[in-house]
């Protein structure tokens, strides 16, 4: 298999794509631009240092949006990185703004951080990015409440429906604002090179599946994985491998199937900055996308990058219904986006958008 990152396309999204981008984009900006001081430092906190591309497809789109209000977050950081003097040293009594995503809840341990960060800094405003809320455990729904009761200045954006009525249920006491992804800031995007197959399938491979962690797609397939070369430039040409399973028309993969091919390349990519690493992780996410001429996925950001990029794709969910609260949440639905309520559906949608 043979990716030649010279054959890159000309095509440009359509006119309907470019708009909805736009719109996304400016209800984000009118729930959110008076809230946002540029009179004073803020903190830019929660860099989720991982292979989850649609992690950092966020933190990417939110510097992008505050670029716009010519604003330099004064402290930055990842859980693992903060440093709560460091971070007061810099910001003093100004904002704290928390990174956005779909970690609002008990599933994860970012929840927790943020309650730390509440503890540590009670006088502070705190904005949370706009997030997929989702508590397992009533009993730890409730001790979240109450730390973000106690805190007492705290706004949180909610990027669906659902979300949305959880917060206006739970944290009535906060501001709520529904407010689309924060993504969208990253704007049309090319397409890297020319596809190499006909179908390509981002399953999830985390505890978020509902088609368990892929697995029994991957037994559909019945063919060993093979490992590809995704073309990148700068620090780590050469460097980014995917593993996929491949069969006649599909490959199947993960954003968690990329890997760093060798050590030294691993410590370039550790000694770059968050915005660095974001910025590589696009790339690497546009160039996966790319690879199939229609994409089918379980993850949200594969949605959100394919609607950048303009790509025919095919949606399934995960086990709490997030990426489809979340089209049906923000209408009109992209003109390249279709919804599937199986793999199976998902196939024969996909077949058909090949067809045309």
Same mark, same amino acid.
């Given at each position: 298999?043979?990716?030649? /990152?010279?054959?890159?396309? /000309?095509?440009? =999204?359509? !006119?309907?794509?470019?708009?909805?981008?736009?719109?996304?984009?400016?209800?984000?900006?009118?729930?959110? *631009?008076?809230?946002?001081?540029?009179?004073?430092?803020?903190?830019?906190?929660?860099?989720?240092?991982?292979?989850?591309?649609? %992690?950092?497809? $966020?933190?990417?789109? !939110?510097?992008?949006?505050?670029?716009?209000?010519?604003? +330099?977050?004064?402290?930055?950081?990842?859980?693992?990185?903060? *440093?709560?003097?460091?971070?007061?040293?810099?910001?003093?009594?100004?904002?704290?703004?928390?990174?956005?995503?779909?970690?609002?809840?008990? @599933?994860?341990?970012?929840?927790?951080?943020?309650?730390?960060?509440?503890?540590?800094?009670?006088? /502070?405003?705190?904005?949370?990015?706009?997030?997929?809320?989702?508590?397992?455990?009533?009993?730890?729904?409730?001790?979240?409440?109450?730390?973000?009761?106690?805190?007492? #200045? =705290?706004?949180?954006?909610? @990027?669906?429906?659902?979300?949305?009525?959880?917060?206006?249920?739970?944290?009535?006491?906060?501001?709520?604002?529904? =407010?689309?992804?924060?993504?969208?800031?990253?704007?049309?995007?090319?397409?890297?090179?020319?596809?190499?197959? %006909?179908?390509?399938?981002?399953?999830? +491979?985390?505890?978020?599946?509902?088609? *368990?962690?892929?697995?029994?797609?991957?037994?559909?397939?019945?063919?060993?994985? #093979?490992?590809?070369?995704?073309?990148?430039?700068?620090?780590? !040409?050469?460097? =980014? *491998?995917?593993?996929?399973?491949?069969?006649?028309?599909?490959?199947?993969?993960?954003?968690?199937?990329?890997?760093? /091919?060798?050590?030294?390349?691993?410590?370039?990519?550790? @000694?770059?900055?968050?915005?660095?690493?974001?910025?590589?992780?696009?790339?690497?996410? #546009?160039?996966?996308?790319?690879?199939?001429?229609?994409?089918?996925?379980? @993850?949200?950001?594969?949605?959100?990058?394919?609607?950048?990029?303009?790509?025919?794709?095919? $949606?399934?969910?995960? %086990?709490?219904? #997030? $990426?489809?609260?979340?089209?049906?949440?923000?209408?009109?639905?992209?003109?390249?986006?279709?919804?599937?309520?199986?793999?199976?559906?998902?196939?024969?949608?996909?077949?058909?958008?090949?067809?045309?």
């Amino acid at each position: 298999m043979t990716i030649d /990152n010279k054959a890159a396309s /000309n095509r440009q =999204v359509s !006119e309907q794509t470019a708009q909805l981008i736009e719109t996304r984009c400016q209800q984000f900006r009118d729930a959110l *631009n008076a809230s946002i001081p540029k009179d004073r430092p803020l903190a830019l906190i929660d860099f989720q240092d991982t292979v989850n591309s649609g %992690d950092l497809l $966020i933190w990417l789109g !939110e510097k992008r949006y505050l670029a716009e209000l010519g604003i +330099t977050p004064a402290y930055q950081c990842s859980m693992e990185s903060y *440093n709560a003097s460091a971070m007061r040293d810099c910001i003093g009594d100004g904002l704290i703004l928390m990174s956005g995503g779909g970690s609002f809840g008990d @599933r994860y341990i970012y929840q927790q951080f943020r309650e730390q960060v509440l503890a540590d800094f009670p006088d /502070n405003e705190v904005i949370v990015f706009p997030q997929s809320v989702s508590f397992l455990d009533a009993s730890r729904l409730q001790a979240s409440v109450k730390k973000f009761r106690d805190h007492g #200045k =705290v706004t949180i954006c909610a @990027r669906d429906n659902a979300s949305m009525q959880l917060l206006e249920t739970h944290f009535s006491f906060c501001k709520c604002f529904k =407010v689309p992804d924060a993504a969208n800031f990253l704007g049309a995007q090319a397409p890297l090179h020319n596809p190499v197959s %006909d179908i390509l399938w981002i399953c999830r +491979t985390d505890k978020e599946s509902l088609y *368990n962690q892929g697995h029994g797609i991957r037994e559909r397939i019945q063919e060993p994985e #093979k490992t590809i070369l995704l073309p990148m430039s700068g620090a780590l !040409e050469n460097g =980014v *491998n995917l593993k996929v399973s491949v069969a006649q028309g599909i490959l199947l993969t993960d954003w968690y199937q990329v890997s760093l /091919n060798g050590q030294a390349v691993m410590d370039r990519y550790q @000694r770059m900055s968050f915005d660095q690493k974001a910025e590589t992780q696009l790339q690497w996410a #546009k160039s996966i996308l790319g690879l199939g001429k229609v994409v089918i996925t379980d @993850r949200l950001h594969g949605h959100i990058l394919s609607t950048l990029m303009d790509i025919p794709h095919v $949606i399934l969910d995960n %086990d709490y219904r #997030k $990426i489809g609260g979340y089209l049906e949440s923000w209408l009109p639905r992209p003109e390249s986006a279709h919804y599937a309520d199986s793999p199976e559906h998902a196939m024969n949608i996909a077949k058909r958008l090949l067809a045309n």
